[in-house]
């Protein structure tokens, strides 16, 4: 029973990876080395992808630090994509922290992670599993990276977001993300759920001598959930599933200047993944139920700069985020009832 393939495409559902099929390897050998070398395994060769996804649902909340009026909206559909460092593309594998896989050859090495190069096996250095008595199973290759670099421009971590904003009293705006609970694949096999809130409120207001200047000034908080499920075999009804918590607290500014908007903003973010194979799996020499368990977290100071440019009613920007995964937005949406600057400063009629 070859199942990683199934486990990479869920990661695939949200993450829009491509060649999936090119990570291939028999997940049944991980299990033969007992649940706990299992999930350390599993748990560091998939890292990026949902570490990625953690930083990536953070960001592309805003395009401007300027309310809507009342009853003012927007709508904007836009992509994240979390870049994967060069540290997140390798993992140091030491045969000291498992108990029954070792290399076949030496005690350490770099191994690709799921982000990593796309190796021969003739590159990758060869694992061995043993059971509790210290019997060989079986030696396999490491396994291998997607190779994403090869192909495209960048090796990051895609989320793509639809979010409507409301304008409601005194400065604030209302911004939600949804998507409904939507199945994939030719027999539904695969399905995403996305639900988020965030709140942003005009601060300029409140600095008697700060709200004459010539430009924007709010604070933001905002909040998502991501939910993703994956049948892996319906006969013997194993799925997988993830989910993805992440919050972002900001200070955000503006300028606009005719059509052209910059903004930034500074602040922190966190967010939280959890992963795991429910159902009952069996080896050749044991069965296991819910097999795989795993959670990543990642915290901390996060900036971010940006640039809109504004056609009547269309909405064209674009900003990149300062963190450990740098994190690039692009989008596009329509703004109506956009709230007047608190400046003296004219704006251009019509924008």
């Not at 200047?257 to 973010?269: D, F």
């Amino acid at each position: 029973m070859k199942i990683y393939t199934r486990i990479l495409l869920i990661a695939g559902l949200m993450v829009s990876m491509a060649n999936v099929s090119k990570a291939q390897f028999d997940f049944d050998s991980f299990l033969e080395a007992g649940l706990a070398d299992a999930n350390k395994l599993l748990e560091a060769y998939m890292a990026p992808a949902f570490q990625g996804i953690g930083y990536g649902v953070n960001a592309g909340w805003y395009n401007t630090a300027r309310p809507h009026k009342t009853l003012g909206f927007d709508l904007n559909i836009s992509v994240n994509a979390a870049i994967v460092p060069s540290s997140g593309e390798f993992f140091t594998f030491k045969n000291s922290d498992y108990s029954n896989v070792k290399l076949s050859n030496g005690t350490s090495a770099q191994l690709p992670t799921l982000f990593g190069p796309n190796l021969g096996a003739d590159d990758l250095p060869e694992l061995t599993f043993m059971d509790n008595s210290g019997n060989e199973t079986i030696r396999i290759s490491a396994p291998t990276g997607l190779g994403l670099e090869e192909e495209f421009p960048t090796n990051a971590v895609p989320s793509p977001m639809i979010q409507l904003g409301v304008g409601l009293i005194k400065g604030t705006d209302l911004k939600i993300r949804y998507t409904p609970d939507m199945s994939f694949g030719d027999e539904e096999e695969a399905n995403v759920k996305l639900f988020g809130i965030g709140v942003m409120h005009d601060i300029k207001q409140y600095l008697p001598v700060v709200k004459k200047l010539p430009f924007d000034l709010s604070m933001f908080v905002g909040y998502t959930n991501l939910k993703t499920g994956f049948v892996v075999d319906s006969d013997l009804n194993q799925t997988a599933e993830f989910e993805t918590k992440g919050t972002v607290v900001q200070a955000l500014v503006s300028k606009k200047i005719a059509l052209l908007t910059v903004y930034g903003g500074l602040g922190y973010a966190k967010s939280k993944t959890t992963f795991g194979l429910k159902g009952v799996y069996t080896t050749e020499t044991s069965s296991y139920t819910d097999p795989i368990d795993l959670a990543y977290e990642n915290g901390g100071v996060k900036a971010n700069v940006g640039l809109r440019v504004r056609l009547l009613f269309l909405n064209i920007f674009g900003e990149y985020s300062f963190q450990e995964y740098n994190t690039a937005t692009v989008g596009i949406g329509f703004s109506f009832r956009e709230g007047a600057s608190n400046t003296n400063i004219p704006i251009v009629p019509g924008i």
